[in-house]
């Protein structure tokens, strides 16, 4: 199974590992392991960190409090314990680049700096750069939320691989069979 990083933000995309939410629930980060190599494919780090079950834990507890940031009411208040989480995890030490000789780079971390970029990622959503960026996707079953930088601010799904491919041909199946005669 690849995981998608379609969101345009890391902490977007890791809460993205639960599919369809209000259906299906599709969880992808089953074991230690996949967890482990959500980072590296997500380029946090190049060699994935270690992980056992209480990572494991910590990381989901992570990923389910930036859900409910992300899906509190825009009139309603942040719950304090989800604002203190995600904040202990954005102010600690992250994943470490390296420059070597040879000019390439190379990133380093255990989980605690891969979740703390993750934290991070999540803070950065409320920058006001991003308030009017942040959309949800239209698809049917979909319950991804991402960064629009499309140039005209119209993005309507998380990706066009996925939802937006198959929105277009539900559309053109519709067309098709109005024009029947």
Same mark, same amino acid.
């Given at each position: 199974?690849?995981?998608?990083?379609?969101?345009?933000?890391?902490?977007?995309?890791?809460?993205?590992?639960?599919?369809?939410?209000?259906?299906?629930? &599709?969880? @992808?980060?089953?074991?230690?392991?996949?967890?482990?190599?959500?980072?590296?494919?997500?380029?946090?780090?190049?060699?994935?960190?270690?992980?056992?079950?209480?990572?494991?834990?910590?990381?989901?507890?992570?990923?389910?409090? &930036?859900?409910?940031?992300?899906?509190?009411?825009?009139?309603?208040?942040?719950?304090?314990?989800?604002?203190?989480?995600?904040?202990?995890?954005?102010?600690?030490?992250?994943?470490?680049? &390296?420059?070597?000789?040879?000019?390439?780079?190379?990133?380093?971390?255990?989980?605690?700096? =891969?979740?703390?970029?993750? #934290?991070?990622?999540?803070?950065?959503?409320?920058?006001?750069?991003?308030? #009017?960026?942040?959309?949800? =996707?239209?698809?049917?079953? =979909?319950?991804?939320?991402?960064?629009?930088?499309?140039?005209?601010?119209?993005?309507?799904?998380?990706?066009?691989? #996925?939802?937006?491919?198959?929105?277009?041909?539900?559309?053109?199946?519709?067309?098709? @069979?109005?024009?029947?005669?």
């Amino acid at each position: 199974m690849g995981f998608e990083f379609v969101a345009g933000n890391l902490a977007l995309d890791f809460v993205a590992t639960v599919a369809e939410r209000r259906t299906a629930a &599709i969880e @992808h980060l089953r074991d230690p392991a996949d967890l482990a190599r959500w980072f590296a494919d997500a380029g946090v780090v190049d060699e994935p960190p270690a992980v056992d079950q209480r990572g494991l834990a910590e990381a989901l507890r992570l990923r389910e409090t &930036i859900w409910s940031l992300l899906t509190t009411e825009a009139d309603r208040p942040l719950v304090p314990a989800d604002l203190r989480r995600v904040n202990r995890y954005a102010t600690a030490p992250g994943p470490t680049a &390296i420059l070597t000789a040879d000019r390439t780079v190379t990133t380093s971390g255990d989980l605690a700096a =891969c979740l703390a970029a993750v #934290g991070r990622a999540a803070v950065e959503l409320y920058l006001p750069g991003n308030a #009017g960026r942040l959309k949800w =996707c239209e698809g049917t079953d =979909c319950t991804r939320a991402f960064l629009d930088a499309s140039r005209t601010a119209n993005r309507r799904w998380c990706g066009m691989a #996925g939802c937006g491919d198959r929105a277009k041909a539900a559309a053109y199946r519709a067309r098709k @069979h109005s024009a029947r005669p």
